[in-house]
Antibody, heavy 120, light 110 residues
Framework: EVQLVQSGAEVKKAGESLIISCEVS????????IGWVRQMPGKGLEWLGL????????RYSPSFQGQVTISVDKSIRTAYLQWSSLKASDTGTYFC?????????????WGQGTLVTVSS | QSVLTQPPSVSGTPGQRVTISCSGS????????AQWYQQVPGTAPTVLIH???QRPSGVPDRFSASKSGTSASLAISGLQSEDEAEYYC???????????FGTGTKVTVL
């Protein structure tokens, strides 16, 4: 079965940089889009964007374009979500998920989530 | 602010049937397949329904869904205590060029 394992919880200060990871245990890794979803405390799900590991083609939600960077290292089957300067409003749980059916498809396997806490 | 609107909460007694609506527009539900996700508190979401009405293997047939025009709905028949969770509809939005989630509905089993 496909598994997505995310890096552990992070506690940061506003203005700091951060990169979190999502390792995918599947031989098919390069040929499925990997997406990122945010959930702020007590709130709903928000789609940040996704990346195609085989060629690093990346799509961002207009709401998050320029706010985060999505990248991938195909050789170690790992996708990343990066901030250059965190804000308190970035606090939340971030999930990675595999997209089935192309870049517009549904999210069939999910990571366990990474809690990011940013203090001001 | 989500472009897919769901009722904040629905409730029912064990064994009852409950439905959750998801209202969108031509650029999202009206043009693309709808999905439904279940999120038990403290855990990651899981896909309950994809491609409007298809259940992944392992999802009980108590869960069913449909789509009509710019709206979708999820039905839970024979409600069970383990169905207490948050439910989200989702789909691709051609105008926003992104995947959008509904506002979420909390299901409570009384």
């Amino acid at each position: 079965e496909v598994q997505l394992v995310q890096s552990g919880a992070e506690v940061k200060k506003a203005g700091e940089s951060l990169i979190i990871s999502c390792e995918v245990s599947a031989d098919s890794f390069p040929t499925y889009w990997i997406g990122w979803v945010r959930q702020m405390p007590g709130k709903g799900l928000e789609w940040l964007g996704l990346i195609y590991p085989d060629d690093s083609d990346t799509r961002y939600s207009p709401s998050f374009q320029g706010q985060v960077t999505i990248s991938v290292d195909k050789s170690i089957r790992t996708a990343y979500l990066q901030w250059s300067s965190l804000k308190a409003s970035d606090t939340g749980t971030y999930f990675c998920a595999r997209a089935f059916g192309g870049s517009t498809g549904w999210l069939d396997f999910w990571g366990q989530g990474t809690l990011v806490t940013v203090s001001s | 602010q989500s472009v897919l609107t769901q009722p904040p909460s629905v409730s029912g007694t064990p064994g009852q049937r409950v439905t959750i609506s998801c209202s969108g527009s031509r650029s999202n539900i009206g043009s693309n397949f709808a999905q439904w996700y279940q999120q038990v508190p403290g855990t990651a979401p899981t896909v309950l329904i994809h491609t409007n009405n298809q259940r992944p293997s392992g999802v009980p047939d108590r869960f069913s869904a449909s789509k009509s025009g710019t709206s979708a709905s999820l039905a839970i028949s024979g409600l069970q205590s383990e169905d207490e969770a948050e439910y989200y509809c989702a789909t691709w939005d051609d105008s926003l060029k992104g995947y959008v989630f509904g506002t979420g509905t909390k299901v409570t089993v009384l």
